[in-house]
Structure formats: C-alpha cells, structure tokens
C-alpha cells in the first residue's frame, strides 16, 4: 500500500500563486506516475497534470497551461503542483493520486489517492 498526504493550498487572490505537495509513504517503490486532480462543487472530479517516474512525460489540461507546473522529487517521494496566476475557476479541492502504471487523465486510473485539499481564488 502506499499512503499520500497532502499539504499546501488555501485562499488567494486572483492572479495569486500557490504550491501543493504530496509526500508518499509506504511502497513507493511500486509507484509510476503521479497526478493532479481537481474537483468543485457540484462537478466531476477533473484531470489537472501527471507526470512520470522519471519526470520525461508530463501532460497537463488545457485550462492549466502555461500556468502550472507539475514536479516530482522520487529521493523525498513527493510530488509538487506550482499554481500561478490563479484564476476563480481554479477553485476546488485538489486531490493528488499515485498509479502503479502510467496513470493518464482517467481518475479510475490510479490507485492510491491523498487527502485532498482545498484551493479557493477570490477575486
């Protein structure tokens, strides 16, 4: 099993930054990508980024371009999502997740999910 936890989010203006981290525990060993997932009320849970063990593949959803960045540290077994220019329709609780495969955009895809956190952007 492995256990993630997540840290980071809060409140921030529009046009603001923020950083979340997830540290996995447990048999990380087994892990391959790690991913980013949002969720607002009232709506699915949604593909924010993932990238692989080795960090050579990153994908990210177009609402997120250009303004996210999605970083991993496999000596601290953490993965990182950088948010600038955050925008009111970046509010949701953002869930990191670990798959023991290459992930993708599909939630149902991975197999071990963090907290969740919540990211609320006034503006």
């Known amino acids: 099993q492995v256990q993630l936890v997540q840290s980071g989010g809060g409140l921030v203006q529009a046009g603001g930054s923020l950083r979340l981290s997830c540290a996995a525990s447990g048999r990380t060993f087994t892990m391959d990508a790690m991913g980013w997932f949002r969720q607002a009320p009232g709506k699915e849970r949604e593909f924010v980024a993932v990238?692989?063990?080795?960090?050579?593949?990153?994908y990210y959803a177009d609402p997120v371009k250009g303004r996210f960045t999605i970083s991993r540290d496999n000596a601290k077994n953490t993965v990182y999502l950088q948010m600038n220019s955050l925008k009111p329709e970046d509010t949701a609780v953002y869930y990191c997740?670990?798959?023991?495969?290459?992930?993708?955009?599909?939630?149902?895809?991975?197999?071990?999910w963090g907290q969740g956190t919540q990211v609320t952007v006034s503006s």
């Open positions: 997740a670990a798959d023991d495969g290459p992930g993708g955009r599909w939630f149902k895809s991975y197999d071990y």
């Open positions: 990238i692989s063990r080795s960090a050579s593949n990153l």
